[in-house]
């Protein structure tokens, strides 16, 4: 009986300056003509040019896509399909944060399958080859991750889209790419990929080969997500940060999150709150949530962020230590307290309702409902 998987068959290139060798590397799968996904500060700090001529001068032309967008729009992805396909490219390379590697993923995903990228959220696809990707922040993993969360801007939501099939063939782990990174969005991305370890670790679906790299990833964040914010140009801050963000998106595809991504999408999607923030808002709750059924899990996530315990502790008070403990280092990082969000909540139960049938609920250790997603709710926003 098979009782859990465990699964990691993407080529990772890591190290400072790597990226200078992707003409060489996508050469070398026999590609000629790349659609290069990106944002325009790529553009801006010159990475671009330079990735364009790192594959030039292997042969490879490139065609510029570079109108990635936060939140990407399900159209977006349909267009930049069909883009491909009038240009002739016979691969991808995508640079940039989540957004821009999510909308790689589901546009690969089109150019092998028929149709609008939304259909895909619940059919499956052929295999999807041929992309290539570097990820220019530390945190969502989406480089990966097998899905692509993509915005349904018809109907105002965001479908998460699986691209198990259409995931990168070589990921560039560059730790370079991250240093243009302001010290805000090195904490709110550092934190989110905090969040996944702790969700993955504390999760129906948690297992004794996943425990280890969840707490390792932990460790890693804890210990280099400070350095990284109080000075960007710290490299080996950077190195173990992109490291441990990239091992959290595999957390993510072998046993997903908890209530505390639930309690994000909720609340960041409806008070458009930047998603790694809304994660740091969410876990202290679901710390002492999670502390009754997995009391050691969580005594141990506070060892790692500098709590003591002296063994006599109940569940309740593991609970209350470990979410002491993150609160003091999320906020010694310097993030806002939740009342500076400007999240004015006129019907919770509704809120609530939204966080219950978010399909990660249903993986916390300790059941999520309705009286629960209240409570959770209210302390997450200080109400
Ligand atoms: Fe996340």
């Known amino acids: 009986m098979l009782n859990y998987t465990f699964v990691q068959n993407i080529k990772i290139l890591a190290g400072n300056g790597c990226i200078a060798n992707i003409g060489e590397v996508v050469s070398s799968f026999g ?33 510029d896509f570079e109108r990635v967008k936060s939140d990407p729009p399900a159209s977006l992805v349909d267009e930049g399909a069909a883009f491909a396909r009038e240009n002739g490219c016979d691969c991808v390379v995508a640079i940039g944060g989540g957004s821009a590697i999510d909308m790689a993923k589901a546009i690969n995903l089109l150019r092998f399958n028929e149709g609008k990228i939304l259909e895909y959220a619940a059919k499956p696809h052929v295999q999807s080859p041929g992309l290539f990707v570097a990820p220019t922040t530390s945190g969502t993993g989406a480089e990966l991750s097998t899905g692509s969360v993509l915005t349904d801007t018809e109907h105002d939501m965001k479908i998460p889209v699986p691209v198990n099939n259409s995931m990168p063939e070589v990921v560039f782990l560059d730790p370079e790419l ?71 998106g595999w957390c993510l595809t072998n046993v997903y999150a908890n209530v505390g991504h639930s309690l994000a999408h909720v609340v960041g999607a409806h008070y458009h709150l930047v998603h790694g923030s809304a994660c740091s808002y969410s876990l202290p709750p679901v710390l002492k949530h999670m502390a009754p059924a997995v009391p050691q899990k969580v005594k141990r996530i506070g060892r790692i962020l500098g709590a003591s315990f002296d063994g006599g502790e109940t569940p309740e008070q593991i609970g209350e230590k470990a979410a002491a403990a993150y609160i003091a280092f999320r906020d010694g990082l310097g993030m806002p307290p939740v009342r500076e969000a400007g999240v004015v909540v006129e019907d919770i139960d509704a809120l609530a309702e939204l966080v219950v049938h978010e399909p990660f609920a249903q993986l916390t250790p300790v059941p999520v409902d309705h009286a629960a997603a209240v409570k959770l709710l209210r302390e997450m926003l200080g109400l």
Do not use: W
Request: hydrophobic content about 45%.
């Open 31 to 63: 590609y000629h003509k790349a659609l290069f996904i990106h944002g325009g500060s790529l553009r801006r700090s010159g990475v671009a040019t330079k990735v364009e001529a790192a594959l030039g001068r292997y042969g490879i032309e490139c065609v």
């Open 178 to 248: 991250t240093v243009s990174m302001s010290p805000a969005m090195t904490m709110q991305t550092g934190l989110d990929a905090f969040s996944h370890a702790v969700e993955g670790y504390c999760n129906l679906m948690s297992s004794m080969m996943m425990d280890p790299i969840c707490e390792k990833i932990m460790e890693m964040i804890a210990e280099s997500l400070p350095a990284a914010v109080a000075d960007g140009a710290d490299m080996q801050a950077r190195a173990r940060l992109q490291a441990a963000a990239c091992m959290g």
